[in-house]
């Protein structure tokens, strides 16, 4: 069984330019989050979906935004590109929509690079 | 001020020692708090889930600990092996205003020497 997948694994970017980041979650999981993670930090809060519909956004700007699909898939948009959008976004999948001590499953992250 | 601080930040040790990592949260309230493993460039991996209620929890050599009352939780490693070295970090669920997030820390970052 496949864990949360996340795609792409690098990407380049021009400052201004837009940027959409994907994650598939585990197989029966309803809920993913999204996490943004500067190099030397711990990850950030951006977004969570469950059942398709937003459940918890971190303190980002209205430039970050993200959807979920029928399949539970989800997206991350990010608009006009800054130098310090650059981190290893990752997201993860829950069963369940609160996640109250439930395992948080983690992709590996796709690595941004804006330059 | 973060709500979840580490210490220390970093930490090299010789294999076959054991270490203890430190976790202070302020968050309130908080339906858990775990212990992640991050490889460089890696998705975090969980080690450990407690509720508030539980006081220790073990995972193989991984050991954590958590005192409620003064918001602290350790994280005992015992006969490290090279493959440990990694950052290890504290994340704390916050429940508050009807949403559900986690609080990370900012990590401690193990080094396991030969």
């Known amino acids: 069984d496949a864990g949360v997948t996340q795609s792409p694994t690098h990407l380049i970017k021009t400052r201004g330019q837009q940027v959409t980041l994907r994650c598939s979650p585990i197989?029966?999981?309803?809920?993913v989050s999204w996490y943004q993670q500067v190099l030397g930090q711990g990850p950030q809060f951006i977004f969570q979906?469950?059942?398709?519909?937003?459940?918890g956004r971190g303190n980002f700007p209205d430039r970050f935004s993200a959807r979920q699909f029928p399949n539970y898939s989800s997206e991350l948009n990010v608009n006009a590109l800054l130098l310090g959008d650059s981190a290893l976004y990752l997201c993860a999948s829950t069963g369940r929509d609160r996640g109250l001590n439930t395992e948080a499953f983690f992709g590996q992250g796709t690595r941004l690079t804006v330059v | 001020k973060n709500q979840v601080e580490q210490s220390p930040q970093s930490l090299i040790i010789l294999e076959g020692k054991n270490c203890t990592l430190q976790?202070?949260?302020?968050?309130?309230?908080?339906?858990?708090l775990r212990w992640y493993k991050q490889d460089t460039g890696r998705g975090p991996v969980s080690l450990t889930i407690?509720?508030?209620?539980?006081n220790t929890k073990s995972n193989g050599r991984y050991t954590a600990t958590l005192d409620a009352d003064t918001k602290q939780s350790s994280l005992h490693i015992t006969a490290s092996q090279l493959s440990d070295s990694a950052s290890y970090i504290c994340v704390v669920s916050d429940t508050t205003s009807g949403t559900y997030k986690y609080i990370f820390g900012t990590g401690t970052r193990l080094k396991v020497l030969a």
């Open positions: 976790c202070n949260y302020t968050v309130s309230p908080f339906s858990n």
């Open positions: 407690m509720t508030f209620s539980e």
């Open positions: 979906y469950y059942e398709k519909e937003e459940r």
């Open positions: 197989s029966g999981h309803k809920s």
